[in-house]
């Protein structure tokens, strides 16, 4: 299957500042990217959709100035957590696909911890 | 908005005996429902997958069953082994995803 990449992996950051993760499609052009957020031991929740070149799609309840988002290319997307605090801590994880009806494929995650 | 159900939470078998996960979806317009396997600090791994116009499908150990009139899938795994061990989620979609909660099989060697 197609391979996508997210980075950091890993990131712990102080209360107040912002994050980064990029996620990156290494050999396909991903027209849509979208972003989840795991808590431990429960499912994927969808926090936005994003397509190459538009605003993100933003789930209910999930504030999209403090999750900036951005799909600049076919390759990249990355989502910014502004003035994070200790609740942002989660597992983010990225997907992407192809096409509106093709598989999806995930990331391997980006543990965020904030102190 | 579409909603999945799985189900058990928690799933213990011995191996090489069988493992059945249910999932039910509310959305009669899905019409992609993958299965994804997740292991620890890992992001999800698609194991299989089946569109609405196939009633079944098998890949070696694994096989999924939809039934759309009642709208609910399974996973059917066989002959478990201790790798399989993980936590595996089911999901509906027409465009995005939405994923049920997951279930945590332990496979006792």
Redesign the interface.
Request: no cysteine; hydrophobic share 25%.
């Given at each position: 299957g197609a391979v996508v990449s997210q980075h950091p992996s890993r990131v712990i950051c102080k209360s107040g500042t912002s994050v980064k993760i990029e996620c990156r499609s290494l050999d396909f052009q991903a027209t849509t990217m979208f972003w989840y957020r795991q808590f431990p031991k429960k499912s994927l929740m969808l926090m936005a959709t994003s397509n190459e070149g538009s605003k993100a799609t933003y789930e209910q309840g999930v504030e999209k100035d403090k999750f900036l988002i951005n799909h600049a290319s076919l390759t990249l997307s990355t989502l910014t957590v502004t003035s994070a605090h200790p609740e942002d801590s989660s597992f983010y994880i990225c997907s992407a696909r192809d096409g509106p009806h093709a598989e999806q494929f995930f990331g391997p995650g980006t543990r965020l911890t904030v102190l | 908005g579409e909603n999945v159900e799985q189900h058990p939470s928690t799933l213990s078998v011995q191996e090489g005996d069988s493992a059945v996960i249910k999932c039910t979806y509310s959305d009669s317009a899905s019409?992609?429902f993958?299965w994804?396997k997740q292991e620890l600090?890992?992001?999800?791994?698609?194991i299989i997958?089946i569109r609405s116009n196939v009633g079944e499908k098998k890949d070696q150990r694994i096989a999924v069953t939809l039934n759309k009139t009642a709208k609910h899938f399974s996973l059917h795994i066989t002959e478990t082994q201790p790798e399989d061990s993980a936590v595996y989620?089911c999901a509906a979609?027409i465009?995005?995803?939405?994923?049920?909660?997951?279930t945590?099989l332990t496979v006792k060697p």
């Open positions: - | 019409n992609y993958p994804y600090g890992k992001g999800p791994q698609l997958d989620f979609s465009i995005d995803m939405r994923f049920g909660a997951g945590r």
